[in-house]
T-cell receptor
Framework: AQSVTQLGSHVSVSEGALVLLRCNYS??????LFWYVQYPNQGLQLLLK??????LVKGINGFEAEFKKSETSFHLTKPSAHMSDAAEYFC?????????????FGPGTSLSVIP | DTEVTQTPKHLVMGMTNKKSLKCEQH?????MYWYKQKAKKPPELMFV???????INESVPSRFSPECPNSSLLNLHLHALQPEDSALYLC??????????????FGPGTRLTVL
């Protein structure tokens, strides 16, 4: 069975500092991996996805993530935090052998940015 | 058009009311989803429709009744809800098949309060 863990339910960084949000997964097959962001009272927006192409994936708003199979990780980074990055971030995994997405979400990490 | 729309944005209902949530997408996606999200939690999958047929029901109580009238529309009919059903209800859609383009596009959600 697939699962996702996100280390740290809350992360706080200073404006301009590096953002690192951790995600580890377990999957019986090479998975598809996603990072979504959710701003207060809004739906989820896709930041980036890994689908077995390049292991370093660039997304929107300056975010990127690296797929490391040996570590079963897909950590999200951004070199310089902006106040507008404050939001809830969800890592998710899906099984590519199915014809539709049953996405398993991690518990989420709330990012705060301190001015 | 890469948007999923949901109506209404907010809904307050009593436990004896009948109401419906609506979701629409015009991206040609043939998989559509209903999720329930409680505060500070990840979305929980409720239902998946694939090619207008119900593919997954995650043991959701019968007071929630999904309907997919056509490939662009998804409804969630609500009847005799309980206060614990108060949550953000999210609709999403995605392409089907194993093409690798598996991300889900989310709507902004309906904030439901059951009194």
């Amino acid at each position: 069975a697939q699962s996702v863990t996100q280390l740290g339910s809350h992360v706080s960084v200073s404006e301009g500092a590096l953002v690192l949000l951790r995600c580890n997964y377990s999957s019986s097959v090479p998975p598809y991996l996603f990072w979504y962001v959710q701003y207060p009272n809004q739906g989820l927006q896709l930041l980036l996805k890994y689908t077995s192409a390049a292991t370093l994936v660039k997304g929107i708003n300056g975010f990127e993530a690296e797929f490391k199979k040996s570590e079963t990780s897909f950590h999200l980074t951004k070199p310089s935090a902006h106040m507008s990055d404050a939001a809830e971030y969800f890592c998710a995994v899906s099984d590519p052998t199915t014809s539709y997405d049953k996405v398993i979400f991690g518990p989420g990490t709330s990012l705060s940015v301190i001015p | 058009d890469t948007e999923v729309t949901q109506t209404p944005k907010h809904l307050v209902m009593g436990m004896t009311n009948k109401k419906s949530l609506k979701c629409e997408q015009h991206m040609g996606h043939r998989a559509m989803y209903w999720y329930k999200q409680k505060a500070k939690k990840p979305p929980e999958l409720m239902f998946v429709y694939s090619y207008e047929k119900l593919s997954i029901n995650e043991s959701v109580p019968s007071r929630f009744s999904p309907e997919c009238p056509n490939s662009s529309l998804l409804n969630l009919h609500l009847h005799a809800l309980q206060p614990e059903d108060s949550a953000l209800y999210l609709c999403a859609s995605s392409q089907t098949g194993t093409s690798g383009r598996r991300e889900q596009f989310f709507g902004p959600g309906t904030r439901l309060t059951v009194l």
